[in-house]
Nanobody, 121 residues
Framework: QVQLVESGGGLVQAGGSLRLSCVAS?????????MAWYRQAPGKQRELAAH???????TYADPVKGRFTISRDNAKNVVYLQMNSLKPEDTAVYYC??????????????WGQGTQVTVSS
């Protein structure tokens, strides 16, 4: 079994900051390739917010560029999303994503359960 567990969501005023964390756990995977944060606002489709490769290259969606920073700690199997200068339109459920290489040789993607971020105006 592989689990992704997110934490760090909550309610914050516009202009504030939050830091999301996602820990991957399980005994059946050998390595983690790309990791990412997606978000889904009410009534909208899930969209990519930020992506980081296994070697640390990052990409960001235009709405979050310059405000969000994705990083990872490969030793701890953790991915972070530092969110600064938050806006009400950042309100969404944020989901962790991981592309994982299993010990069996199979490569699979996993999702976390989501963490709510609410930004008040």
């Amino acid at each position: 079994q592989v689990q992704l567990v997110e934490s760090g969501g909550g309610l914050v005023q516009a202009g504030g900051s939050l830091r999301l964390s996602c820990v991957a756990s399980g005994s059946i995977f050998s390595s983690i390739n790309a990791m990412a944060w997606y978000r889904q606002a009410p009534g909208k489709q899930r969209e990519l917010a930020a992506h980081i490769t296994g070697v640390g290259s990052t990409t960001y969606a235009d709405p979050v560029k310059g405000r969000f920073t994705i990083s990872r700690d490969n030793a701890k199997n953790v991915v972070y999303l530092q969110m600064n200068s938050l806006k009400p339109e950042d309100t969404a459920v944020y989901y962790c994503f991981a592309d994982i290489q299993l010990r069996s040789g199979v490569r699979r993607v996993y999702w976390g359960q989501g963490t709510q971020v609410t930004v008040s105006s």
